[in-house]
């Protein structure tokens, strides 16, 4: 059977890169969970006490930083694991506020498509069906109410035993990137024209991941790929 790429895009917290992970086992498929990079990113110019919204200063941070996202999902920030440090509420808005930043944006863009320019990869983040990957053969936009999405992250914070603030500041936090993520100049979150749009508030992770895999082998069988 060939191998297509697979965009997953959509908003904050939406079980975007859960789903991206288990698909990438059923299928075989390496997963490249872009919205690390920007986390990278966020928390590499905030441990040198730069400015998060200084472009030229964060871009030439950039110039001499490494980030690598591993088979297995963990994420190396110049030579260091940082998968936990990177999930923080604090990182999330800094991620955010940094991702706005056009040349920022064009730099790992640029990394993201030299990843992803063979085929088998799943890429999840905001601009991947539109930008990133705008040849993938599957893209999808998935959803979910703010207060569904909010619920989640708490309980995967939990989980993780990562310091997380209550559903209702969590709720709020999501709303502020919502806008943020959508209203920005460079790349806003957006579906894309040929995206499946899921909405997943009342769907379990298994019921998402059904109607994903459903439409690759969709296109596999219909495409001969
Ligand atoms: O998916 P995430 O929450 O880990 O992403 C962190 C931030 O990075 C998010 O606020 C938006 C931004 N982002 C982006 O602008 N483009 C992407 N492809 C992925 C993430």
Known sequence: MGRINIAIDGPSAAGKS??????????????????????????????????????????????????????NGDVILDGTCVSKEIRTDAISQLAS??????????????????????????????????????????????????RARAMRRLKQNNDQQIATSDLETIEKEIEERDYRDTHRAASPLKKADDAV???SSNLCAEEVLDAIYALVLEKIQKEDF
Do not use: P, W
């Open 97 to 146: 506020r940094v991702s706005k930043l056009e040349k920022v944006r064009a730099d790992l863009v640029a990394r993201q498509m030299e990843m992803a320019k063979d085929k088998g990869f799943i890429m999840d983040g905001r601009d991947i069906g539109t930008v990133v990957l705008k040849d993938a053969e599957v893209k999808v936009f998935l959803t979910a109410t703010a």
């Open 18 to 71: 859960t789903i991206a992970k288990m698909l990438g086992s059923r299928l075989n498929y390496i997963h490249l969970d872009s919205g690390a990079m920007y986390r990278c990113t966020a928390y590499k110019a905030d441990q040198m006490g730069l400015d998060i919204e200084d472009e030229a200063a964060i871009c030439k941070m950039l110039e001499d930083t490494s980030i690598v996202l591993t088979e």
């Open 197 to 199: 749009e899921i909405d």
